[in-house]
């Protein structure tokens, strides 16, 4: 297999030798923390003479499997897309869709996110990717033809591998578009691309069950307290704390779909009782974590 030589990595020694060790960056720790997971709703046969609308409450996606169709209801105004295109949407319109060639069939769901509101995130991300224009080896050109009419209508579970490889593509999309937008994006985007406030993001990101406090935070950055604070809160559009919350409750909601005790989940979503953790979920989602518990659906509409 040739000698590996490690270059960006860190070599470390274990019991079984050299060992290389994967430090995660900046994009990276934003998608692990959003975590986009497509879960297809329709399969389409579309005419040029019958529209179909839908109005989804979430992010949402369209790949074209067969024809051609018009989209409208995008920030771009009406989109024109063909067998092979991919379109996402983040914010949550209403749309219309019809064939412009047929047959025309088009694969449609929503985009959930774990981390949080995919919008504010990814606001001017374009809304069309064409995979046969990425070239050969993209990703996207390698993942969206084995999306087969064996996999969503014959095979058992076929839905569910779909979902996976959907959810690739998204996330490929997401992180190719991240690597393009200006350094003055707003949002947590423009804070991983600053160089004073993307140590901060990350710690909080890395740790989130440390015991921060807008100093502590401040001093990662190097910063006097209240220039953290304004500057933070002018790039991201949130306060500091209430970046960390949204990490912390993300945490806690996918930890209380497992069996680990409430306590548990209480320290590793950085609060130190479950009575002060209670608090901070019931502020967030109206519910107590018990409740979401029994039904993960409650509250998440908030």
């Given at each position: 297999m040739g000698n590996l030589q490690p270059t960006e990595f860190e070599?470390?020694?274990?019991a079984c030798g050299s060992?290389?060790?994967?430090?995660?960056?900046?994009t990276a720790s934003l998608l692990s923390h959003l975590k986009?997971?497509?879960m297809l709703t329709h399969v389409l046969p579309l005419t040029a003479t019958q529209s179909w609308q839908w109005h989804p409450r979430e992010a949402s996606f369209h790949y074209v499997l067969e024809g051609r169709c018009q989209i409208e209801g995008t920030d771009d105004?009406?989109?024109?897309?063909?067998?092979?295109?991919?379109?996402?949407?983040?914010?949550?319109?209403?749309?219309?869709?019809r064939a412009e060639a047929q047959p025309c069939r088009v694969v449609s769901g929503t985009i959930q996110s774990s981390g949080g509101d995919l919008a504010p995130l990814l606001a001017g991300v374009p809304p069309l990717h064409r995979a046969h224009a990425e070239g050969p080896t993209s990703l996207l050109t390698q993942v969206l033809p084995l999306v087969t009419d064996d996999l969503l209508v014959e095979r058992t579970g076929g839905i569910a591998v779909v979902n996976l490889m959907l959810s690739v593509v998204?996330?490929?999309?997401?992180?190719?578009?991240?690597?393009?937008?200006?350094?003055?994006?707003?949002?947590?985007?423009?804070?991983l691309q600053d160089d004073d406030l993307a140590p901060v993001l990350l710690a909080m990101l890395s740790e989130p069950e440390y015991p921060?406090?807008?100093?502590?935070?401040?001093?990662?950055?190097?910063?006097?307290?209240?220039t953290f604070a304004r500057r933070f809160r002018e790039v991201v559009g949130q306060s500091p704390m209430d970046v960390l919350?949204?990490?912390?409750?993300?945490?806690?909601?996918?930890l209380l779909q497992t069996s680990l005790g409430l306590k548990a989940v209480s320290r590793q979503s950085g609060y130190g009782s479950i009575s002060a953790f209670t608090s901070a979920f019931r502020k967030r989602y109206g519910v107590t974590p018990a409740q979401f518990r029994t039904d993960p659906t409650s509250g998440m509409t908030r």
């Open positions: 070599t470390g020694e274990t060992s290389l060790r994967v430090d995660a960056d900046p986009p997971a497509c105004g009406p989109l024109s897309a063909e067998a092979g295109d991919f379109v996402l949407i983040f914010r949550p319109v209403h749309r219309i869709l998204v996330m490929e999309v997401i992180r190719e578009r991240l690597q393009a937008l200006p350094v003055e994006s707003v949002g947590w985007i423009g804070a921060w406090t807008v100093e502590k935070l401040a001093s990662v950055g190097c910063m006097a307290r209240s919350t949204s990490i912390r409750m993300r945490i806690a909601t996918d």
